[in-house]
């Protein structure tokens, strides 16, 4: 536990998340090697003298893929927290492979195999399709194998492709959708493995609503008799080293009774014990994380041109959270060369300051959209992109979002949106909550006619793409807006005497 604390910021390699952290994450992430693999490998020698069973037992066939596929995804883990594997894997499908290995073939797989062992016992009447156990086991299995292999095969495909340079130091594929019709296919692979698994379910479901409906009118209630206490029980004591006295120094007599760990086993057999000691390991280890990233401020340098989303920019905001975007897009660019070609300058931390919660992202289905206020500053051709993200992108996989064109922009909300805002810490002052709705519109009406200048259809600026397309436009935009010019102290000096005689 004090372990797997630590192994979150794997995730965060060569974002913004200072070094130390993710680094420690990586480190810790290894260490998991140890504990997982030995629970693995404890599980399948559980089977030795006994594998004969599971040719015939399909609990046991359910339980030994599902011990299988843990294996695989406690190995993979690690793997993919190693910071040169994980400039490869990150926003790419070979996260959401391991993911539901992890998800479908072991935890899915066990928790079916143990369905089926206590669904006899519970209902006290047979299973009432052993077939349909078996015929399950298989569609599920060939599902699982269909579904994550397309997903490893794209996942590995995105990430060469986008970091593929030829031999003029140029990017191969520039265009983000050369990344992505290649691998439609693959997604209709994994749709149909997918589904092969959802019918397994379903077959179970099935099996136990009519291993239910043949249970008995009046169950058995057996009576287990406990063993009768003993009044002169006395715990037996933790033993002693067995090393011979005086053949090594005390203190290694000392470790040695450590090392056996029957201190821990007392601790195991105490509830509430045990409980504190496991919500200390975590919240101490926990701490050593969170601690230093609120007392370390200098790793998120303040910049200057960096400001608070406007009030349409903020609801916009709001909306690009509600459909969903960031499952799709990234806001993060890396200090990788591949992507600073492709997407811009990498993002730097005080870029975030005002983000609450961040949307860095976790996948690129689509580009990563931290500079696309400067990539693509025409709101006409965002109007186009939500009506229909062919008519822009030909081969593009995004749905079209023309309720966004049709629903009233509504920001009878936005006040409150903004007052929670400052209490998270930006910088709004009374004037701009109380102006809010005003200076929307306006920013509103702004961005309506810009897109009719371009040749767009009017009326943009009373529907949610309006507050949407400006928070869109403001995307990377802060890094190259113009500061106010720092005024000499002199002269700061000079004013404050010459105002304070006159």
């Given at each position: 536990m004090f372990l797997y604390v630590w192994a979150g910021p794997h995730h965060l390699h060569y974002t913004a998340l200072p070094a130390w952290a993710s680094t420690l994450g990586m480190l810790f992430s290894l260490m998991l090697w140890m504990p997982s693999w030995g629970g693995m490998i404890n599980g399948l020698l559980t089977l030795r003298g006994a594998w004969n069973r599971v040719t015939t037992d399909p609990v046991l066939k359910f339980f030994v893929v599902a011990i299988t596929f843990y294996g695989m995804s406690t190995?993979?883990?690690?793997?993919?927290?190693?910071?040169?594997?994980?400039?490869?894997?990150?926003?790419?499908?070979?996260?959401?492979?391991?993911?539901?290995?992890?998800?479908?073939?072991?935890?899915?797989?066990?928790?079916?195999?143990?369905?089926?062992?206590?669904?006899?016992?519970?209902?006290?009447?047979?299973?009432?399709?052993?077939?349909?156990?078996?015929?399950?086991?298989?569609?599920?299995?060939?599902?699982?194998?269909?579904?994550?292999?397309?997903?490893?095969?794209?996942?590995?495909?995105?990430?060469?492709?986008?970091?593929?340079?030829?031999?003029?130091?140029?990017?191969?594929?520039?265009?983000?959708?050369?990344?992505?019709?290649?691998?439609?296919?693959?997604?209709?692979?994994?749709?149909?493995?997918?589904?092969?698994?959802?019918?397994?379910?379903?077959?179970?479901?099935?099996?136990?609503?009519?291993?239910?409906?043949?249970?008995?009118?009046?169950?058995?209630?057996?009576?287990?008799?406990?063993?009768?206490?003993?009044?002169?029980f006395v715990e037996a004591p933790i033993p002693?080293?067995?090393?011979?006295?005086?053949?090594?120094?005390?203190?290694?007599?000392?470790?040695?009774?450590?090392?056996?760990?029957?201190?821990?086993?007392?601790?195991?057999?105490?509830?509430?014990?045990?409980?504190?000691?496991?919500?200390?390991?975590?919240?101490?280890?926990?701490?050593?994380?969170?601690?230093?990233?609120?007392?370390?401020?200098?790793?998120?340098?303040?910049?200057?041109?960096v400001t608070p989303y406007t009030p349409l920019e903020l609801a916009g905001r709001d909306i690009y959270i509600s459909e969903g975007c960031a499952n799709c897009h990234s806001q993060m660019i890396r200090p990788l060369r591949a992507e600073i070609e492709r997407y811009g300058e990498y993002s730097k931390p005080g870029e975030f300051v005002n983000d609450h919660p961040f949307l860095w992202g976790s996948r690129r289905i689509g580009p990563d959209l931290a500079r696309v206020g400067k990539k693509l500053p025409s709101p006409s051709w965002h109007v186009r992109h939500f009506n229909n993200p062919e008519d822009t992108s030909p081969g593009s996989i995004m749905p079209r979002y023309v309720h966004l064109l049709e629903q009233p922009l509504d920001l009878g909300t936005l006040q409150g949106t903004m007052r929670a805002m400052q209490v998270v810490g930006v910088e709004y002052t009374q004037a701009e909550v109380d102006g809010a709705l005003d200076a929307a519109f306006t920013q509103a009406k702004t961005i309506g006619a810009m897109g009719v200048v371009e040749g767009g259809p009017a009326g943009v600026e009373e529907r949610k793409v309006a507050a949407l397309i400006a928070y869109l436009l403001r995307l990377g935009t802060d890094l190259d807006k113009p500061t106010a010019p720092a005024i000499p102290a002199a002269t700061v000096a000079t004013t404050a005497v010459v105002g304070g005689a006159s």
């Open positions: 190995f993979e883990g690690p793997l993919l927290s190693i910071k040169s594997v994980n400039a490869l894997s990150h926003y790419t499908d070979w996260t959401i492979a391991h993911v539901h290995g992890g998800a479908l073939g072991w935890v899915g797989f066990m928790t079916f195999g143990m369905v089926y062992w206590v669904a006899p016992r519970l209902f006290q009447a047979p299973i009432a399709k052993p077939s349909w156990v078996v015929f399950h086991f298989w569609i599920a299995t060939i599902g699982i194998l269909l579904y994550i292999i397309a997903i490893y095969w794209t996942g590995l495909t995105q990430g060469l492709m986008w970091r593929a340079f030829d031999s003029e130091g140029l990017l191969r594929f520039p265009d983000f959708l050369e990344s992505v019709t290649p691998l439609i296919p693959f997604y209709w692979i994994r749709a149909f493995g997918g589904s092969l698994y959802l019918v397994g379910a379903l077959v179970c479901g099935l099996n136990l609503i009519l291993t239910w409906r043949a249970r008995p009118k009046t169950y058995d209630v057996p009576v287990y008799a406990a063993a009768p206490l003993n009044s002169s002693g080293s067995n090393l011979p006295k005086n053949s090594v120094i005390e203190f290694a007599r000392t470790l040695d009774v450590f090392s056996q760990m029957r201190w821990h086993r007392r601790w195991e057999g105490l509830a509430t014990l045990f409980t504190i000691m496991v919500a200390i390991t975590i919240l101490t280890a926990s701490l050593f994380e969170i601690v230093p990233l609120f007392l370390r401020k200098g790793d998120t340098m303040r910049i200057a041109s």
